[in-house]
């Protein structure tokens, strides 16, 4: 019997050729820690003072490749963190809760493009670390994370101690959506990833708990960095955000989902289709699970399976390693500046989670799994535009490094990582000027 095909799509109009990619790092990771300061009794401002956002001119500045955070000093023990919200208003005091003995150095990297470093340093500081008792909702707040002057944008946290490193997420937010591309984050996913696989129906999954690794949260930094690098006025939100407040979309121009993003409410479902917005999927199974949310106790249960309508797609298999994408219609408008041929290999594309296509969607690039049929699409003319990826290794392969099946780092292949780059950035461009 024949085995079933994978297809796969990729669309962009190339910014500058595939001149940018965001840089491995060396090794893609970081693991020495910043060198020790003197902590201060309470955190207080941040480094840059103007609150008015030029994505362009941002990502002009200086960046700093050490917000990566190596395998080792990820599974270290001895540190554990969280912060008390996934997104603030610029300016506001996020608690911050820590587990531990000694001094944690911390600093704040805004996610960007920063000339392929991938981040920016905005602030950094040190807090006291404590024992805690009890569960992670019942822990106490010792540090304050004070986020005046911090442009908006994507945050990763990085917090060291000893040999151990920790990611916490932020989002710094105005949620002034009208008329600009929005760019979706995922915490709700990310807590509920466990070292033991994702979160089964009818369990209330706590946002108020550190994450098991810090691998989630730096997935999207390569999609992202793309996002950037256009110069695209746009705007962060999380998943959080939306299921709380799903009306944020009501006059959004595009939603770009930057990376994994399956725990979905149906009101967020429904925002989303009545918006009217362009849509990208920069990873598969989006929305593939249904969930209620309680924004009291921020927290969520995983209810069932969701369904095609969003994405036009639908969660199919994962991928027991990986394998490359076939390009099949070399002349997609996607493909423009990208110096893609007939038949040409995008090595590593396909990995993890895949999702399939509904009939007549079109696709550029195919290949064959037996684990079952699944397509990356795109949809550009339907209105909305949609485009879905259909595959989880999208994110880190535009980021230069993904993980293997035993958890490992490897480099992701170098010709893909610029092809999927290339797409990205066009389907910013080209989404962004929709409307």
Do not use: H
């Amino acid at each position: 019997m024949p085995s079933p095909r994978l297809l796969a799509v990729t669309a962009l109009v190339v910014l500058g050729g595939l001149a940018g990619v965001i840089s491995a790092g060396g090794d893609g990771e970081s693991e020495t820690p910043p060198s020790a300061q003197q902590p201060p009794a309470k955190v207080s401002g941040g480094l840059v003072s103007n609150p008015v956002l030029d994505i362009s001119a941002e990502n002009q500045q200086a960046g700093d490749d050490s917000w990566r955070i190596g395998p080792a000093r990820d599974q270290a023990k001895g540190l554990a963190a969280y912060a008390g919200t996934d997104s603030a208003e610029p300016g506001a005091q996020v608690p911050l809760y820590l587990r531990g003995q000694g001094t944690v150095e911390a600093r704040a990297f805004r996610l960007g493009w920063y000339g392929g470093d991938g981040a920016r340093l905005v602030w950094d500081g040190t807090f006291p670390a404590q024992p805690q008792t009890g569960p992670p909702g019942d822990w106490v707040s010792g540090a304050t994370l004070d986020t005046s002057g911090w442009p908006e944008g994507s945050y990763l946290v990085r917090l060291d101690l000893g040999k151990a490193s920790r990611f916490v997420p932020l989002t710094v937010t105005s949620k002034q959506t009208s008329g600009r591309v929005v760019v979706l984050t995922s915490p709700m996913t990310a807590a509920a990833t466990t070292s033991k696989g994702s979160a089964a129906q009818g369990r209330e999954v706590r946002l108020d708990k550190p994450l098991a690794s810090s691998a989630g949260p730096a997935a999207a930094a390569g999609v992202i960095a793309q996002i950037e690098n256009t110069g695209t006025d746009v705007v962060y939100l999380t998943d959080a955000d939306l299921a709380a407040a799903p009306e944020l979309l009501d006059s959004a121009r595009a939603v770009l989902v930057a990376g994994e993003s399956r725990y979905w409410t149906a009101k967020m479902r429904k925002a989303v289709q009545a918006s009217g917005a362009d849509l990208a999927f920069f990873g598969a199974n989006t929305a593939g699970t249904t969930a209620t949310f309680d924004s009291a106790s921020r927290s969520f249960t995983v209810r069932a399976s969701g369904n095609t309508k969003l994405s036009g797609a639908a969660a199919t298999c994962a991928a027991n390693g990986s394998t490359g994408l076939t390009v099949s219609d070399a002349a997609w408008w996607g493909f423009e500046g990208s110096q893609v041929s007939e038949g040409e290999v995008l090595k590593g594309l396909v990995s993890g989670r895949l999702d399939q296509a509904a009939a007549g969607a079109q696709t550029i690039a195919s290949t064959t799994l037996l684990c079952g049929d699944t397509q990356a699409t795109s949809y550009l003319d339907a209105e909305p535009a949609v485009f879905n990826a259909g595959t989880e290794a999208w994110g880190c392969t535009v980021s230069g490094f993904c993980l293997d099946g035993q958890g490992r780092r490897v480099r992701a292949d170098a010709r893909a990582q610029e092809v999927a780059a290339a797409v990205t950035r066009n389907i910013t461009l080209r989404f962004a000027a929709s409307r």
